[in-house]
């Protein structure tokens, strides 16, 4: 069982360059996040998606932007990257049970460093 | 809009001491309660979760937690502490949006187990 796949796992930048981080997902969950992980700030919500071809804003979306069009893939865009992207980036994905049960599971992250 | 925050960035504890790890939050909807395990450079591990019945949970490595309606609070406790247990701790709360459920983590407390 793959779980929560994020590729690459590691990428150095140069400011102004872009790139797409991807989330693949083998579980058929509907939800799908993306955060960054940041020292003494914890995780941040960037996007998520509640469903295929849905995305909405999560707690910092400025500089990025993602995209569901296949429900196992979740997609997040640098357009024009900024040192201040430098951070460490998570996936997740999300399954309720009909019982109500809940869990999430994550990737292994991506460490994004612009220079 | 949901919130949380983690009140220790450090605990320091020694051996076979008992901890607890502070997490209150505030939302304006119901909620289900997280704790998340991170070893250093790993993904997140979930520890335990609060969706709803008993409000003291039970999770893996002889954690639990409390949740407590009136003080909005998920406070991470452990009996006696194992060197092993030395991690980045985060509390998150998940309650639904108009845009899905959204799941936001606190700053995360640093547990340093010393012999």
């Known amino acids: 069982n793959a779980g929560v796949t994020q590729t690459p796992k590691f990428r150095v930048l140069k400011t102004g360059q872009s790139m797409t981080l991807l989330c693949a997902q083998d579980?058929?969950?509907?939800?799908m996040y993306w955060y960054r992980q940041d020292p003494g700030m914890g995780l941040r919500l960037i996007h998520y998606s509640v469903g295929e071809g849905t995305t909405a804003k999560g707690e910092v979306p400025d500089g990025y932007n993602v995209s569901r069009l296949k429900k196992q893939n979740f997609l997040l865009g640098l357009e024009s990257a900024a040192p201040s992207q430098t951070s460490v980036y998570f996936c997740a994905s999300r399954y309720t049970y009909r019982d109500g049960n809940t869990e999430a599971f994550f990737g292994q992250g991506t460490r994004l460093t612009v220079v | 809009a949901q919130s949380v925050t983690q009140l220790d960035s450090q605990v320091p504890v020694f051996e076979e001491a008992p901890v607890e790890l502070r997490c209150n939050y505030s939302?304006?909807?119901?909620?289900?309660l997280f704790w998340y395990v991170q070893y250093p450079n790993q993904g997140l591990q979930l520890l335990l979760k609060y969706l709803s019945g008993s409000t003291l949970v039970k999770g893996i490595n002889g954690f639990e937690a409390e949740f407590n309606k009136s003080q909005t609070s998920f406070h991470l406790r452990k009996p006696s502490v194992h060197i092993s247990d030395t991690a980045e701790y985060f509390c998150?709360?998940?309650?639904?949006?108009?845009?899905?459920?959204?799941?936001?983590f606190g700053a995360g407390t640093r547990l340093f187990v010393k012999a």
């Open positions: 998150a709360v998940s309650a639904l949006n108009t845009g899905g459920f959204k799941t936001i």
């Open positions: 579980m058929n969950h509907e939800y």
């Open positions: 939302s304006s909807v119901s909620v289900y």
